[in-house]
């Protein structure tokens, strides 16, 4: 009997050691045990903010240019609107977790497979609340693993100062969409980069610094 | 009580436009658009500063962006934004010329009818040379400033932009302030400002 489970002991320890590998991404992290269970951005909360950006998209070796504009115009929705730099206004969505209207979108930018793309960013970018499973840290940062579906959030955080600066969509083995923040105080982001992996997308904001006169 | 509000707002608003502004007799609107005409016929070049506040109902604030623009006759314009980001574009011989922060590209819009449209609304706006019955339905008025309310005729503009509002300097004829309203009643409003007419400018400001 002894001899009979040995092997077997062997192989589901190797199996389980398997399954429990983590993700690339935490590669060279320990384990931890949960901090807490729910993880707050800290990012576009604010309904008295107008969150202005320059904003330069990348499609596939095409460059777009314009100004990037959200607020949170109810506990659970934010407005979303993207012009060109002489104010004409490109599109302009209202997104909340579970909802999504199109107010407007000009007829060249009408398209499903871009609304939806730009919804799922926007939305992962506004998401303000993460359900967190894991937590991972080396001697710089903590990660908190986020899991819904087949989807798995990763927030990277810097011990030193707490502030959130990378979230990365992946599925289970790879990684989706890095979604990196710039930011001096951990309320505000000056600089955000939306980087998709599995298609040629590259959304790059930057906050527009009010006129001085 | 929310629509009444609006109502009782809407109304005071009409009340305010229409106390500071009449509309101009037709005998009165062919005089200023000949002194308009007159004057835009003589620009060659032109630069000007301005000051652009995209207004949007939601926003709490309007977002403000300034640069300057310089035109030379026939349809050489650029459009050249500094604060608070560099970013400049360039009508040219069918081309949209755009430098984004020292980043260059260029659109070919040589058969593009839209932009045509929009590139000689744009000179028009600025030096008041867009008085065209054929594209536009226009109303004139008189009042501290004379003004004129241009809606667009053509579809494919109309879908852009609602309505054009020219403010023109009482003592010159020329444009002040321009106001493009989109359809949802949001707009762009632009102020020009140190405007200098007929000064040389050399054609390297329209490579970008």
Known sequence: MQKSTTPFLLISCFLLLVSCASHELTKGYATQALQKNTYEVPYFLNPQTDYVYKANISVYGNELSGIFIAKKINETTHRVVFTTEFGNKLLDFEISETQFKVNSIVSELDKKILINTLKSDFRLLLRSQYNISKQFENTENTIYQSQAGNKYYYLFTSKSDNKLYKIVEASKRKEKINLSFTSENNIFAQRIIIQHYNIKLRIEFNFFKPQSN | ?208
């Open chain 2, 1 to 208: 009580m929310k629509i009444k509000l609006t109502i009782l707002l809407l109304s005071i608003f009409s009340l305010t436009t229409s106390a500071q502004e009449q509309k101009m007799t037709a005998a009165e609107a062919a005089a200023f658009k000949q002194s308009v005409n007159d004057v835009s016929k003589k620009i060659k070049t032109l630069t000007t500063d301005f000051v652009q506040f995209k207004h949007m109902d939601f926003l709490s604030k309007d977002i403000e962006t300034s640069g300057k623009m310089s035109f030379k006759e026939p349809s050489l314009l650029q459009w050249q934004y500094k604060k608070p980001y560099n970013y400049s574009i360039v009508f040219k011989n069918g081309k949209i010329l755009i430098n984004d922060e020292g980043k260059k590209s260029a659109v070919d819009i040589g058969n593009s009818k839209i932009f045509a449209k929009l590139n000689k609304l744009i000179v028009g706006s600025v030096s008041g040379n867009l008085f065209d019955d054929k594209e536009f339905d226009i109303a004139y008025f008189k009042g501290k400033q004379n003004m004129a309310r241009l809606n667009p005729k053509d579809a494919a503009l109309k879908k852009y932009i609602k309505q054009i509002e020219l403010t023109f300097d009482k003592e010159d004829f020329t444009v002040v302030q321009v106001k493009l309203l989109e359809s949802s009643e949001d707009y762009t409003r632009i102020v020009l400002k140190n405007k200098v007419i007929n000064a040389k400018i050399d054609d390297a400001v329209f490579t970008n």
